[in-house]
């Protein structure tokens, strides 16, 4: 039988297993858009990611 | 067997393991069902035929692009943010294709962020091919993107293929473009 040790231990790796099977790539979670003669200037926020993309939603400056 | 705490940490132990193990088995699983056509979340996810709508755009050299300078021929754009990861990989495919590339077929980066940060990024991974700025995301919102890196073939000035997502398969993209 395993020790209260030895499972919280288990316990720990299995945790940390999973998350860096899970972890995902890196996005910036918010930037600017750029701005010239009409264009409006936008925010753009994360909204998911993924390894392959990041989502953004923008909006229109207030 | 007496059921005591050291029993209820080894039987958690053993159901986290397994449970994590089965929901990203499962994750993987849709991911590979996801490659294709129909219903893809990733890789080319459209094939459906929509002209390219008004754009304006801005080159590396602060110019504006002629407003039908894509609509001739072939032309592959690429959509990318700064600092994405998967747009960094991205880039790298994109370079090494665009190097490879027939002359029938123009390939463009397009960046939505400020000029000085794609200046910045164009420089940084070394891209070898052209980064224009989508003003405004005129063109962006036009045709609705919100997955970065995502890529259109625009063909004599109809968008006739859609991409999202990083490349992951970079033979099945050639196949795709027609350059093998």
């Not at chain 2, 943010?81 to 027939?102: F, H, K, M, N």
Request: with cysteine; hydrophobic share 40%; aromatic share 10%.
């Amino acid at each position: 039988m395993l020790s209260l040790r030895r499972s919280i231990a288990l316990l720990v790796i299995a945790v940390a297993a999973l998350l860096a099977q899970t972890a995902t790539a890196y996005c910036p979670s918010r930037f600017q858009t750029a701005q010239f003669g009409d264009g409006q200037p936008y925010t753009c926020w994360l909204t998911g990611q993924d390894d392959d993309y990041c989502y953004y939603d923008c909006y229109l400056n207030a | 067997m007496t059921w005591n705490r050291t029993t209820s940490l080894t039987a958690l132990v053993v159901f986290t393991a397994a449970a994590g193990f089965f929901a990203t088995g499962l994750i993987a699983h849709k991911r590979t069902e996801a490659v294709g056509v129909e219903g893809a979340s990733v890789g080319l996810v459209s094939t459906t035929r929509r002209p390219l709508p008004d754009y304006q755009m801005i080159g590396d050299d602060m110019q504006e692009v002629p407003a039908d300078s894509l609509r001739h021929g072939r032309v592959l754009l690429v959509y990318l943010t700064t600092s994405c990861d998967p747009c960094v990989q991205e880039a790298g495919v994109i370079s090494r294709l665009y190097r490879d590339a027939p002359p029938d077929l123009s390939v463009y980066g397009v960046g939505i962020e400020k000029p000085a940060q794609l200046k910045t990024f164009v420089k940084q991974f070394d891209l070898k091919f052209p980064v224009l700025v989508d003003v405004g995301l005129q063109l962006a919102r036009a045709i609705d993107i919100h997955h970065f890196p995502s890529k259109y073939l625009v063909e004599d000035g109809v968008i006739t293929k859609e991409w999202r997502g990083k490349t992951r398969d970079e033979a099945a993209l050639r196949r795709q473009l027609g350059l093998q």
